[in-house]
């Protein structure tokens, strides 16, 4: 049987690049897997970043991160959505993995790399994630993940350590595969440095939530093509992150128009902008109207938490209580 599994960390507002890199395919995996998908708030994970974490914003980002989910479309009474540390098979399992891992394979993973560079103090916890990750997909026995690129590695390692597993302790876990989708597989950060991430901060993200114009303030001055300095000068939307905003926010003869106008330099830069503006309003405008009704009875959301975290935790028992068995633990 084939089942779903996708985390999603609270460590900032989520933006357009967790909307849709991954959470648009929860949404349409969701319509497709019913409760054989699984979502989590991953709360766990997000205190490895010490960038990013701060236990007085943690609980309510937890509870944002629900809201943002279910306002996209996400409805959790046809699938399992839950918070992490709310079921605690989670860790259990993570650390029978740290045991079968080698750490050479984690120091290698490119979003340590990133976001280890950027610490003076390393905490372990951040070199482990990927195990947790792991975890987090195998207690499941999910053998399908919607995520963005950047967890290509993170999906490599889950296989080998289900490998590992599977044959030092018997057949016990699916080798997962990555769904992406493939309009919007690294959606760069509108400040132009790299991809756009929440725990970078405001100055890189188009958030979900976030009013137009704040959204139209940092588009006005986000980087275009670096060789186009005057109006007059033609420019390339292939090197334009606004043309990347275009293709998830405009309709077709918009992004023709701008392809071929940018390119004879018949459209400027300012006007190229707000154009995908009139997009980006019309995608947000009713998620964020669904957000606020959401956002009104936080009681019925922390009751559906409540709820996919039992029928999580229903799934996660029995493969955790064969784990135990396999790797020999003592029962009385
Ligand atoms: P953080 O900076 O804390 O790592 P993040 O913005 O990278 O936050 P995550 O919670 O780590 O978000 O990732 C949630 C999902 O969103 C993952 O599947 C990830 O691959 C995807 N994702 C994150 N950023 C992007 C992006 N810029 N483009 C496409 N997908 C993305
Ligand atoms: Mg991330």
Same mark, same amino acid.
């Given at each position: 049987?084939?089942?779903?599994?996708?985390?999603?960390?609270? =460590?900032?507002?989520?933006?357009?690049?967790?909307?849709?890199?991954?959470?648009?395919?929860?949404?349409?995996?969701?319509?497709?897997?019913?409760?054989?998908?699984?979502?989590?708030?991953?709360?766990?994970?997000?205190? &490895?970043?010490?960038?990013?974490?701060? %236990?007085?914003?943690?609980?309510?980002? &937890?509870?944002?991160?629900?809201?943002?989910?279910?306002?996209? @479309?996400?409805?959790?009474?046809? /699938?399992?959505?839950?918070?992490?540390?709310?079921?605690?098979?989670?860790?259990?399992?993570?650390?029978?993995?740290?045991?079968?891992? %080698?750490?050479?394979?984690?120091?290698?993973?490119?979003?340590?790399?990133?976001?280890?560079?950027?610490?003076?103090?390393?905490?372990? @916890?951040?070199?482990?994630?990927?195990?947790?990750? #792991?975890?987090? +997909? !195998?207690?499941?026995?999910?053998? =399908?993940? $919607?995520?963005?690129?950047?967890?290509?590695?993170?999906?490599?390692?889950?296989?080998?350590?289900?490998?590992?597993?599977?044959?030092?302790?018997?057949?016990?876990?699916?080798? %997962?595969?990555?769904?992406?989708?493939?309009?919007? !597989?690294?959606?760069?950060?509108?400040?132009?440095?790299?991809?756009?991430?929440?725990?970078?901060? *405001?100055?890189?993200? !188009?958030?979900?939530?976030?009013?137009?114009?704040? +959204?139209?303030?940092? !588009?006005?001055?986000?980087?275009?093509?670096?060789?186009?300095?005057?109006?007059?000068? $033609?420019?390339?939307?292939?090197?334009?992150?606004?043309?990347?905003?275009?293709?998830?926010?405009?309709?077709?003869?918009?992004?023709?128009?701008?392809?071929?106008?940018?390119?004879?330099? @018949?459209?400027?830069?300012?006007?190229?902008?707000?154009?995908?503006?009139?997009?980006?309003?019309?995608?947000?405008? $009713? +998620?964020?109207?669904?957000?606020? *009704?959401?956002?009104?009875?936080?009681?019925?959301?922390?009751?559906?938490? #409540?709820?996919?975290?039992?029928?999580?935790?229903?799934?996660?028992? %029995? /493969?955790?209580?064969?784990?135990?068995?396999?790797?020999?633990?003592?029962?009385?």
């Amino acid at each position: 049987m084939s089942r779903v599994f996708s985390g999603i960390q609270p =460590t900032g507002e989520p933006h357009i690049g967790n909307y849709f890199g991954a959470m648009q395919n929860y949404v349409k995996l969701g319509r497709e897997y019913g409760k054989q998908s699984l979502y989590c708030v991953v709360d766990l994970h997000a205190l &490895t970043n010490p960038a990013a974490f701060d %236990p007085a914003l943690l609980a309510q980002r &937890t509870l944002d991160m629900a809201v943002a989910n279910f306002a996209v @479309g996400l409805d959790p009474s046809q /699938v399992i959505f839950f918070v992490q540390s709310h079921v605690p098979e989670h860790q259990e399992l993570s650390w029978v993995f740290t045991t079968i891992t %080698p750490v050479g394979d984690l120091e290698r993973m490119t979003q340590y790399k990133d976001k280890s560079g950027q610490l003076e103090s390393v905490p372990a @916890g951040l070199l482990m994630y990927p195990v947790l990750m #792991a975890a987090d +997909i !195998l207690l499941y026995r999910a053998d =399908t993940v $919607p995520v963005g690129e950047d967890q290509t590695q993170h999906i490599e390692l889950t296989r080998e350590i289900a490998r590992k597993f599977n044959h030092s302790f018997g057949e016990t876990f699916p080798e %997962p595969r990555a769904v992406y989708n493939k309009q919007a !597989l690294r959606i760069p950060g509108v400040d132009g440095q790299g991809k756009m991430s929440k725990s970078k901060g *405001e100055t890189s993200t !188009l958030g979900l939530f976030e009013p137009m114009d704040s +959204i139209w303030a940092k !588009l006005r001055v986000a980087p275009t093509d670096p060789a186009r300095v005057r109006r007059t000068d $033609p420019g390339n939307p292939d090197v334009c992150l606004i043309f990347d905003y275009h293709k998830l926010f405009s309709d077709l003869d918009t992004i023709q128009m701008v392809d071929v106008e940018c390119r004879r330099a @018949g459209i400027g830069c300012v006007d190229c902008k707000k154009a995908v503006m009139t997009g980006i309003t019309a995608h947000l405008t $009713p +998620i964020q109207a669904r957000g606020e *009704e959401l956002r009104d009875d936080l009681d019925s959301v922390r009751d559906a938490l #409540a709820q996919g975290a039992r029928e999580a935790r229903a799934i996660a028992a %029995p /493969v955790m209580e064969e784990v135990r068995t396999k790797v020999g633990f003592l029962k009385l």
